[in-house]
């Protein structure tokens, strides 16, 4: 075999890897469920030898203080999703080590890369003893695999906040990572038909600003190396960061896994996200300065470009403000556009530079037992829920 022919089946192998993993994954995240739910069990029984008695729990009772907000109605979701190489595993590692609470001090450890789409979970410690369980979801590859959030959204637990990473060092891919995930999380959330979430008000923009429905904060990653870029460089690319991030009513954040200070915000952003607590009014948008608009809705374009305020006056849809913020996008730091095609289309470049037929084909079906598999967890999980719910009835 030649060196052609081995880096080929290597590369091939590589992606077929991807979908053994993600469904390895799916069913750890079965066996978690089936663990819980016998921990509800261990609950009711409690409960109800206990009686109305209002008796001290002791100290050791673990399973019931682990499982308190499990059995109960909150559960929460934090999805972490876009730009590789932002630190989105980073942060995730070290909400979970740190159970949820921000800390003072931080260790500088590797962390793993992720593959495809990994859960973890924490119990994050509310007052006294009780806890909250806090379900974690990453998503690998930038935009190229976004239809694998199906599988937190239709997770029966709340969705406290959407993490999209953009990395500040190449505005050139901001495009090709939010388009593909903005698309998918907006069709989903189109499908829950959401009543009882209100945007919050935003009075003369109201027209063209679309809230996701759900938080979303947009968290721009590896700060410790943009501080250094030129200074128009990076006022284009805060200008470009806050124009998409108030038309689709985000927050924003900057983050660095190598500055304790921002390390510590972000941290307490996930844990007022998880208790559905806002966070304190933040707004910095100096370029020599980490970027903060905390909430969504406190920007305007006439901040963020005061020079377009009469093109901004002329637009009166939310379409129509896309398409001025990609130009506007585009003119500062031109698009990869040959990866923005949908999701998967940068995966699919590379396979056709080694087109296979035989190995393509293998590589579809594995595809479509992978889709098979989700489809049979999300029956499964719907088909439990509607049994559970008749038995409270």
């Known amino acids: 075999m030649s060196d052609s022919d081995s880096q080929k089946y290597l590369t091939i192998r590589n992606e077929i890897d991807v979908f053994v993993l993600a469904r390895k994954q799916l069913e750890e995240r079965r066996k978690i469920d ?61 909400f979970i080590e740190f159970g949820g609470a921000p800390s003072t001090s931080f260790r500088q450890q590797p962390t793993e890369k992720s593959i495809a ?80 979430i209100e945007p919050q008000q935003i009075k003369e923009e109201s027209k063209i600003i679309k809230p996701l429905g759900i938080p979303l904060v947009l968290v721009c990653g590896r700060y410790d190396d943009f501080q250094n870029f030129e200074s128009e460089r990076k006022r ?32 307490l952003l996930l844990s007022n996200a998880v208790l559905d607590v806002p966070f304190p009014r933040t707004f910095a948008t100096d370029p020599q300065q980490p970027l903060f608009v905390l909430p969504y809705g406190i920007d305007s374009f006439e901040k963020i470009d005061p020079s377009e305020e009469s093109l901004i006056n002329s637009i009166s849809s939310y379409s129509e403000a896309m398409f001025n913020y990609i130009q506007s996008l585009n003119s500062a730091f031109p698009q990869l556009q040959q990866q923005i095609d949908d999701a998967g289309g940068g995966e699919r470049d590379r396979r056709q530079q080694f087109d296979e037929p035989r190995i393509d084909a293998f590589v579809e079906e594995r595809m479509r037992k992978l889709e098979l598999h989700v489809r049979e967890l999300q029956d499964r999980l719907k088909t439990e829920k509607n049994l559970e719910n008749r038995q409270n009835i």
């Not at 509800?40 to 399973?63: F, H, L, P, Y």
């Not at 937190?152 to 709340?158: H, K, L, V």
């Not at 993490?163 to 829950?192: A, G």
């Not at 954040?253 to 921002?262: E, G, H, K, N, Q």
Request: aromatic share 6%.
């Open 34 to 94: 089936e663990e819980q739910e016998q921990r509800w069990a261990i609950v009711a029984r409690k409960k109800m030898n206990q009686g109305s008695g209002n008796e001290k729990q002791e100290e050791n009772s673990t399973d019931l203080n682990n499982t308190k907000s499990i059995a109960g109605l909150d559960d929460s979701t934090l999805i972490f999703c876009g730009a590789p190489n932002s630190g989105k595993s980073t942060l995730l590692s070290r």
């Open 117 to 196: 789409l990994e859960y973890k979970f924490v119990n994050k410690i509310l007052r006294g003893s009780s806890r909250q369980l806090v379900h974690c979801w990453e998503l690998a590859g930038g935009g190229s695999m976004t239809n694998l959030l199906e599988i937190p959204f239709n997770q029966p637990s709340r969705i406290a906040s959407i993490l999209l990473f953009v990395d500040l060092t190449m505005p050139e891919q901001l495009q090709q990572i939010t388009d593909p995930i903005m698309t998918f999380c907006q069709k989903q959330v189109e499908k829950w038909m959401i009543t009882d």
């Open 236 to 267: 284009l690319t805060y200008r470009s960061i806050r124009q998409f991030a108030h038309i689709n009513g985000a927050s924003i954040i900057t983050f660095s896994a190598r500055i304790d200070s921002l390390m510590q915000k972000a941290l």
